[in-house]
């Protein structure tokens, strides 16, 4: 009997302790409509930004690590004698394979076996644009992180946002939409099945991987011009790369219209600071929008930390269920999306490329051969 009863409160206690975390999570628990003091606004700002500040640099160490596990892997391919593991991550730089394989998927309803890191990652990568808008590119993409570091050079430089004239800027932003365009339809609509499973088994793509650090060892000097040119113009316009021709931050743009999770803006409890205006890194009119539904929002939440009301603005779901979603939740739903997908995709066996470590042996023996050119 008194074992039931303390069975009975451990379970009551659990589910208080639960219900608290998502209290905490979602705010429920707080009278948010009060303006927040000077201080513990910069104490928010603060954790917010550390927040985002720790997913980049996780992610950017990560992929440092992968990329010199892989040339460190390369060097032994090169040698003949392989005795340590490809990284699966590298083709995470291999993004139109991994397109490719999408439609090889809803051809043959079966994941290409040349490529499949490539292509769960780009799934990962996707279904956060499904659910969080493009927080891919605030929170984990490297070159989002490169340019937002070229972007806080700017404004020290110059000591002002610097951006192109609405009148340029619209018709730039569909740069990115136009590539983007030009990829799929390419490969959705001018290949057949069988090109693109050609294409896929090609000496090429079972390849790509080396070739692509190759070029990068081995930089022309017009890639090395068009790189420094990019780096130029992302300190001239910040975000160039992101906001004008990246085609993943078209695709995200794209399914972020479908987001659930937006922020939010609660007009009763605004007191017209523009505050959240002002932070944001994509010149959007926070302070003038009930949900921020633009293509372009990456979802820094660098305008709800910058916001004294805590219920003012907030990352939600939409009504009718009305959820809202805290910084540090926000964060950690990410990071189980995009590194889950990943961990599954490894613990399920969709990870491994069906290249063997001898294949490429050979392979890169004879890299200069025309096979090895670009499939037309
Ligand atoms: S500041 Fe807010 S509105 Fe602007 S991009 Fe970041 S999350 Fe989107
Ligand atoms: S939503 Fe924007 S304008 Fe309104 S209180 Fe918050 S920061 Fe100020």
Wanted: charged share 20%.
């Amino acid at each position: 009997m008194r074992l039931a009863m303390s069975r009975d409160t451990m379970s009551e206690q659990v589910l208080r302790f639960t219900r608290s975390l998502w209290a905490r999570a979602t705010g429920a628990d707080e009278d948010l409509a009060v303006p927040l003091k000077a201080a513990a606004l910069k104490q928010r700002r603060r954790f917010v930004t550390g927040l985002r500040w720790a997913s980049q640099w996780f992610w950017l160490l990560i992929t440092i690590a992968v990329g010199a596990q892989f040339m460190r892997w390369v060097r032994q391919v090169e040698t003949g004698v392989v005795t340590i593991d490809r990284p699966g991550g590298v083709e995470a730089f291999l993004p139109l394979s991994a397109l490719l394989s999408l439609r090889h998927l809803w051809e043959t309803g079966a994941i290409s076996p040349v490529r499949p890191a490539g292509f769960m990652i780009f799934l990962a990568v996707a279904a956060t644009g499904l659910l969080m808008k493009r927080a891919f590119c605030s929170w984990v993409c490297p070159v989002g992180t490169a340019s937002e570091w070229l972007a806080g050079l700017s404004r020290r430089a110059f000591g002002r946002k610097l951006a192109l004239p609405r009148g340029l800027d619209l018709p730039m932003r569909s740069l990115k939409y136009l590539l983007l365009l030009f990829f799929a339809s390419a490969i959705f609509w001018r290949m057949s099945g069988a090109d693109v499973a050609m294409f896929l088994d090609s000496p090429y793509n079972r390849v790509a991987d080396v070739k692509m650090l190759y070029f990068f060892e081995q930089l022309s000097p017009f890639a090395a011009k068009v790189i420094f040119g990019l780096v130029v113009l992302s300190i001239a316009i910040p975000y160039f790369w992101c906001r004008y021709l990246c085609p993943y931050g078209a695709l995200l743009g794209f399914l972020s219209l479908l987001s659930p999770l937006k922020v939010t803006r609660d007009a009763a409890s605004c007191i017209d600071c523009d505050l959240c205006t002002k932070a944001c890194p994509s010149h959007l009119p926070v302070a003038k929008l009930t949900r921020v539904s633009s293509d372009e929002c990456v979802g820094c939440i660098s305008c709800v930390a910058a916001c004294p009301v805590p219920r003012a603005l907030r990352v939600e779901t939409p009504a009718p269920w009305r959820r809202a979603l805290r910084p540090a939740a926000f964060a950690v739903v990410l990071l189980v999306l995009f590194g889950g997908t990943m961990v599954a995709a490894k613990v399920a066996g969709v990870w491994r490329t069906n290249v063997s470590d001898e294949e490429y042996v050979s392979r890169v023996q004879e890299l200069n051969d025309p096979r090895y050119g670009h499939p037309r």
